[in-house]
């Protein structure tokens, strides 16, 4: 097979940041392992050396990413590398592809992983448009071209049976079918340098770090966990690192949305949070979760899937949560909260109680065992045929 991986980086500055680019970057080369011939086309490689690469030129804009995926390049790059299947890893970009190879001549399935969904359901069923996506007033165009890029899918993927939940109801409600083998599961892979024994792990000994690694936009309930963590510091033994995963944003970028600056400034002033950033290097980054005993996971409404947490969850770090989305599918019952004093007696039972943590570590290290890359490429394979 000859698959073309069309990858949209939008944190080139900070790729430990870029979801999308770690799952391919993991995935591509168990796929080549497994007998497949792949080349990836992106403006920067993923993979090792035995995966072909393709330099692109970047979006500018999420918006560009979406509404301009260049179809001109596109024609160009299907008629020189002639894939049996291209996978989009931008759902928007889908119509164009399929537009482009019809003008290549080229005969290729087309796979949609739905790294991230533009909106939302809340428990009642209400959709709701995800702010990141709605500058402007865009976000009900977005999800328009988000229905139309799952029209023209011969395969849709996604992270979680929450997310495939959204995804049909969502489609539905634009006129779109996903029946029979069009849509399919397949969750990220772990990645294999942030794996950890939990029989390596010490309990805290009545003091414990927890860990927020998540971006810091007012989206993902920043201002939500701000106040969580006001409380965490000064009612329960806990101190907190809050992770710094952008650095120095564009102005572009912080003029469009400038809630992590914000946010960071605020908990940075909070007695008991310490702000780290592992500059881009992975090993930097799993020294930061070595040092915590437990993480906590994104206050996002409705969140799809994190990487976050999956990093965490395989180096033994029980997760903290909200009852909402993903999380309530993935993170064990006696680890999620409905409200702040809840979570606060959940840390303090983690930095406490030795054998509820050590059960826990246990728990987390193996709700990542199914996502080792191997094991991913099979179902990524299997999904896409």
């Known amino acids: 097979m000859r698959l073309l991986y069309l990858l949209n980086v939008s944190n080139a500055g900070r790729l430990n ?76 970009a889908a119509p164009a592809i399929r537009a482009a190879l019809l003008e290549a001549g080229v005969d290729a399935r087309i796979a949609g992983y739905c790294h991230y969904l533009p909106f939302s359901f809340t428990d009642t069923g209400k959709l709701e448009l995800d702010p990141a996506m709605d500058d402007g007033g865009l976000g009900r165009s977005v999800l328009l071209a988000f229905a139309a890029g799952l029209a023209a899918c011969d395969r849709v993927l996604v992270h979680s ?5 959204w995804t049909s109801a969502a489609a539905a409600r634009t006129g779109v079918e996903l029946l029979g083998e069009k849509l399919h599961v397949v969750p990220a892979p772990r990645d294999v340098r942030l794996v950890r024994d939990p029989a390596d792990i010490t309990p805290p000994a009545g003091q414990a770090t927890g860990i927020y690694n998540h971006r810091l936009y007012a989206h993902y309930g920043t201002p939500r966990f701000t106040r ?25 970028r912080v003029r469009l ?19 780290a950033s592992d500059r881009g290097d992975r090993i930097r980054y799993r020294n930061l979760l070595a040092e915590a005993h437990f993480g906590i996971a994104p206050f996002r409404p409705g969140c799809p899937w994190s990487m976050s947490v999956i990093d965490c969850q395989a180096m033994g770090l029980p997760v903290i949560g909200p009852r909402t ?39 987390a290290h193996a709700s990542t065992a199914d996502l080792a890359p191997a094991a991913v490429a099979t179902r990524y394979l299997e999904a896409i045929k």
């Open 257 to 275: 949305d400038p809630s992590p600056e914000q946010h960071l400034g605020e908990l940075a002033a909070v007695d008991g949070v310490a702000i």
């Open 17 to 92: 940041a870029d979801s999308g680019f770690t799952f391919a970057d993991l995935l591509a080369p168990a796929l080549v392992d497994a007998g497949v011939e792949v080349a990836v086309a992106s403006p920067i490689p993923a993979g090792d050396e035995r995966v072909h690469f393709t330099r692109t030129a970047p979006p500018t804009t999420k918006y560009r990413a979406r509404f301009n995926p260049g179809m001109g390049a596109m024609v160009r790059l299907f008629r020189h590398h002639r894939p049996e299947v291209v996978v989009a890893n931008q759902i928007e």
């Open 161 to 165: 049976s929450t997310a495939a939940s």
């Open 228 to 252: 969580l963590a006001r409380r965490l510091v000064a009612e329960a033994p806990v101190r907190l690192t809050v992770m710094d995963l952008f650095g120095a944003r564009s102005p572009e």
């Open 325 to 363: 989305g993903w999380l309530a599918e993935h993170i064990d019952p006696e680890l999620l909260f409905d409200t702040d004093d809840q979570a606060v007696r959940i840390a303090d039972r983690l930095a406490t109680d030795p054998e509820f943590y050590r059960l826990h570590a246990k728990r």
